[in-house]
């Protein structure tokens, strides 16, 4: 893409935020290619501001064999999507890219617990695999239901 799904993730998670004052969030999409050079088919990204939320995440996920690997964000990768003309750049550079687009969502989740996946290297297979049959894998319906009913159902 030319990161213009980023900023239509932007404006659902504020209007998420705006009309609906979640505790928390989290999202997922096919956001990057670089996630796919970075872990292949096998892992998706998993971003996170919040440590107990993602290891929420990262458990449901290995019982259900939607694996996730957390990579970091921090002001070093920030600082790629500054900008002197502009609020912020929706684009860093090519190196560490699904980091930057991570890094430009947490910039909408004003501070609440907040987990980003990016699914653009599992979303699809091309082979039969051990949850999903060739094609599309609804990825991330199987370790959110486990989330939800693990941690959030009475």
Known sequence: TDAEGRLVLA???HYAITKHDPKWMIDLATLTGAIIVALGHEHAGLFSNDD????????????????CWRLPLSDAYDKQIKSDIADMKNVGTRA??????????????????????DIAGTAWS????????????????RLLDRLVADHFEG
């Open 126 to 141: 091309s082979k039969d695999l051990p949850t999903a049959p060739k094609g599309a894998t609804a990825f991330g319906v």
């Open 11 to 13: 404006d659902v998670i």
């Open 52 to 67: 107990t939320l993602a290891a929420q995440v990262e458990a449901a996920g290995r019982a259900t064999g939607e694996l």
């Open 96 to 117: 560490g890219g699904s980091i930057t687009a991570a890094q430009f969502i947490q910039r909408f989740v004003q501070g609440r617990p907040w987990v980003h996946l």
